[in-house]
């Protein structure tokens, strides 16, 4: 059972649009994070969310995590063509050593 | 900063063979986790050490084993490999915080494994 869904998980864009990724769950993490993949590279870390309401920005990319910590959202502004990847979405829940990740969106912008 | 260190980067076995890679953690990272990520596909938990112990186990099939030695670097076992195996296979490393708290991964550039 895929724990973390999120969508959408495709998406082709313009230059220059923005866009929003959602990660939910029905589970409750303890945190969150961003990845983002290339292909044959390992998932690059962006950011970690561990309070429930918080939000971080990194450059043209904020990051929010829901009240309840159940669900997060990416919301990329002004998008470039350097921001085609994979986004993924990884969580623990409390007690665990393990991570869950998402089922992924794959992002592609084009000039 | 120093980051996880994956060896060797890319892998070409015959069918039926073994490999073994290997993962450099972190400096000071005590738990080690390992993956595999399928063409087109989400990374999927094999298996993950704390401070040498096993700590959580995941879809890893039985021909392939982990340890984590001494100096918190680990590795993977694989034998009998199968075509199905040929996949990207990342390590990642994290700390164990404060009151148990784990904190958040890093990953390493992975090993790709060709398995022909």
Redesign the interface.
């Known amino acids: 059972t895929q724990l973390l869904e999120q969508s959408p998980q495709f998406l082709s864009i313009q230059e220059g649009e923005n866009l929003t990724v959602y990660c939910n769950s029905s589970s409750v993490f303890?945190?969150l994070?961003w990845?983002r993949q290339e292909p044959?590279?390992?998932?690059?870390?962006l950011v970690?969310v561990v309070t429930g309401g918080e939000v971080k920005k990194l450059k043209r990319l904020t990051f929010q995590f829901g009240d309840a910590r159940k669900d997060s959202s990416l919301h990329i502004t002004a998008a470039q063509p350097g921001d085609t990847g994979l986004y993924?979405c990884?969580g623990?829940t409390s007690g665990?050593?393990?991570?869950i990740?998402?089922?992924?969106t794959r992002l592609k912008v084009l000039a | 900063a120093a980051g996880?260190i994956q060896s060797p980067r890319h892998l070409i076995k015959e069918k039926r063979e073994t490999a073994t890679l290997k993962c450099y953690p972190i400096p000071r990272h005590d738990?080690v986790?390992w993956y595999q990520q399928g063409p087109g596909q989400?990374?999927q938990?094999l298996i993950?050490f704390?401070e040498k112990m096993q700590?959580?186990k995941?879809s890893i099939p039985d021909r392939f084993s982990a340890q984590q030695f001494s100096d918190y670097h680990s590795e993977l076992n694989m034998s009998s490999l199968e075509l199905g195996d040929s996949a990207?296979y990342?390590c990642?490393s994290s700390a164990v915080g404060l009151a148990g708290?784990?904190d958040?991964?890093?990953?390493?550039?992975?090993t790709?494994l060709t398995v022909l």
Do not use: H, N
């Open positions: 303890s945190s994070q990845y044959g590279e390992g998932p690059v870390l970690t993924l990884a623990i665990t050593y393990k991570y990740f998402g089922t992924g | 996880v738990t986790y989400d990374p938990f993950s704390y700590s959580d995941g990207l990342f990642a708290a784990i958040t991964q890093y990953f390493g550039p992975g790709r």
